[in-house]
């Protein structure tokens, strides 16, 4: 049976300290259903992922409703966790930016997770991008009960931004950096 391959920060031969647990692809695939975890392709799930989109969520293999959500920081931190998008793929292959913002675009996925803010409608869009990108891979993920789809997502950001509205863009990225917080 396979078991962690890496070690994090503060771990020994024995797995993560403090409340961390050494996750077996097996006891994996019988958190997250059948070839689940082969789509995810991990062989560690860092803890703070099995305990928002698994053990809470999925109670016993089943959906209880209560939904979770992954920071910047996690999707930074963990690419190998990423469904669906790739580190280097270029944020205008999923937003649709204004031709105002369309600099933004030319960044990869993993870029978007690093944005700061800024003034005006181009710093909002920086701060919307940011929490836009955790929440696509968030609602991708099949361990995270995201409280949107992917299509929602990107339909709501796509809207921000046409909107070249910076309380606009700030106002959704709010509500996505608390979705994306829900887990934490």
Do not use: H
Not at 79 to 100: D, H, I, K, M, R
Not at 117 to 132: E, H
Not at 154 to 176: C, F
Request: proline residues 6%; contains cysteine; charged residues 10%.
């Amino acid at each position: 049976m396979a078991t962690c391959e890496r070690e994090t920060p503060g771990t020994g031969p024995g797995g993560p300290k403090r409340g961390g647990r050494l996750v077996t692809r097996r006891a994996l695939l019988r958190r997250l259903g059948v070839g689940t975890a082969a789509a995810v392709g991990l062989s560690y799930v860092k803890p703070s992922l099995l305990t928002v989109g698994v053990s809470k969520a999925y109670a016993n293999g089943i959906y209880d409703g209560t939904p979770g959500g992954l920071t910047p920081g996690y999707w930074k931190n963990w690419p190998e966790a990423w469904v669906g998008y790739t580190t280097g793929q270029l944020v205008n292959t999923v937003f649709t930016l204004p031709s105002t913002l369309s600099s933004l675009g030319t960044s990869t996925l993993l870029q978007a997770l690093d944005f700061g803010g800024g003034p005006g409608v181009s710093g909002g869009a920086r701060i919307l991008l940011r929490a836009a990108v955790a929440a696509l891979l968030n609602a991708e993920s099949p361990a995270v009960a995201y409280p949107l789809t992917t299509a929602q997502v990107i339909s709501q950001v796509n809207a921000a931004l046409a909107s070249l509205n910076r309380d606009t863009m700030l106002a959704l990225a709010s509500q996505l950096d608390a979705w994306n917080n829900l887990g934490t």
